[in-house]
């Protein structure tokens, strides 16, 4: 059984944060220490730690992330420009939080896609 993050009191409303949209499936949260001016997470809320355990059963959940950060990024007024969605796995992939999720970042130009 997966160890609940912080993610999931954030999903149970539990402890603050600021909510910009939530549904039975996912909920969608600005980051604690944005990147850019738009950075949005955007998670099941089931708990599936990455992305090595997801299934077919989590196809909704995991398909409305995309729905969202759509609807999201037309809300924030970001669309048009652009943004970038992310979503890191592990360690190598810079993974933080063992809850999976979607990094909607935008507002301004990102560049290339990896620094180094
Ligand atoms: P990742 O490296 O992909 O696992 O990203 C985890 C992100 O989660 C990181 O950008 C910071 C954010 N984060 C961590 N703890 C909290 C929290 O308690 N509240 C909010 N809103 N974001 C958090």
Avoid: W
Wanted: include cysteine; glycine fraction near 6%.
């Amino acid at each position: 059984m997966a160890e609940e993050t912080i993610f999931s009191k954030i999903i149970r409303r539990e402890i603050p944060s600021d909510i910009v949209y939530q549904d039975e499936l996912v909920t969608a949260f600005r980051d604690i220490s944005p990147r850019t001016p738009t950075h949005v997470l955007i998670v099941p809320n089931v708990l599936i730690q990455n992305v090595n355990d997801v299934l077919p059963e989590h196809e909704q959940a995991l398909g409305r992330l995309f729905t969202v950060a759509s609807k999201i990024a037309r809300d924030e007024g970001i669309d048009e420009d652009g943004y970038r969605l992310i979503v890191n796995c592990n360690r190598h992939g810079g993974q933080e939080v063992y809850h999976i999720h979607m990094h909607l970042l935008g507002g301004r130009p990102l560049g290339p896609l990896l620094s180094d």
